[in-house]
Nanobody
Framework: QVQLVESGGGLVQAGGSLRLSCAAS????????VGWYRQAPGKQRELVAG???????NYADSVKGRFTISRDNAKKTVYLQMNSLKPEDTAVYYC???????????????WGQGTQVTVSS
């Protein structure tokens, strides 16, 4: 079964750091673009950072200079390094990936289950 599993969330004080991981498992031939999204209570889900299959990155203005997205294709894992965290970064963080799988023999988008990040002031 193909799935994305996020980890690394938790409670941190303002100014602190966390590193989120998004690991893909199952019969996956290839991983294309991956994005980290977040959703705070009462707000819409928003794109935080994205990385293409060839490593190009983009960031939401609110996290530029503080967050870094990276990928390890051998481990089928994408990371989100979050530094200088602020209370407004508090949200559930989700990863989304375009995966080419054995089952579909085509590109399909998958969501992870999310990981909670809470930043205290």
């Amino acid at each position: 079964q193909v799935q994305l599993v996020e980890s690394g969330g938790g409670l941190v004080q303002a100014g602190g750091s966390l590193r989120l991981s998004c690991a893909a498992s199952g019969s996956i031939f290839s991983i294309n673009a991956v994005g980290w999204y977040r959703q705070a209570p009462g707000k819409q889900r928003e794109l935080v950072a994205g990385i293409t299959g060839d490593g190009r990155t983009n960031y939401a203005d609110s996290v530029k200079g503080r967050f870094t997205i990276s990928r390890d294709n051998a481990k089928k894992t994408v990371y989100l390094q979050m530094n200088s965290l602020k209370p407004e970064d508090t949200a559930v963080y989700y990863c989304y990936a375009d995966l080419f799988t054995l089952a579909t023999k085509g590109w399909v988008g998958y969501w992870g289950q999310g990981t909670q990040v809470t930043v205290s002031s």
